[in-house]
């Protein structure tokens, strides 16, 4: 199930917090705690004296550490739910 709140915050969505199933105690936490390091990230902002080269490569950067964290979380929801 998708979260359709428009409120939701970048790591609630990614990780879809509001689903039902996530409602379980320790997925929860998994899930609730990666989307605060989500958040955390999804808040950085460039350096101003960033080039555009710079600005892609922070931008780059961001994305795979969002990634990384929400792969992270799927395993140790797979591992709580083994």
């Given at each position: 199930?998708?979260?359709?709140?428009?409120?939701?915050?970048?790591?609630?969505?990614?990780?879809?917090?509001?689903?039902?199933?996530?409602n379980?105690?320790?997925?929860?936490?998994?899930?609730?705690?990666?989307?605060?390091l989500?958040?955390l990230?999804?808040?950085?902002?460039p350096?101003?004296?960033?080039?555009?080269?710079?600005?892609?490569?922070?931008?780059?950067?961001?994305?795979?550490?969002?990634?990384?964290?929400?792969?992270?979380?799927?395993?140790?929801?797979?591992?709580a739910?083994?």
């Amino acid at each position: 199930m998708q979260d359709t709140n428009p409120n939701s915050s970048v790591g609630e969505y990614k990780l879809r917090t509001n689903s039902t199933v996530t409602n379980s105690g320790v997925i929860k936490a998994i899930k609730d705690k990666t989307a605060e390091l989500i958040n955390l990230i999804s808040r950085l902002n460039p350096h101003e004296s960033f080039v555009e080269r710079d600005i892609k490569e922070f931008n780059r950067l961001k994305a795979l550490a969002m990634t990384e964290y929400e792969s992270a979380a799927m395993w140790a929801v797979k591992a709580a739910t083994v």
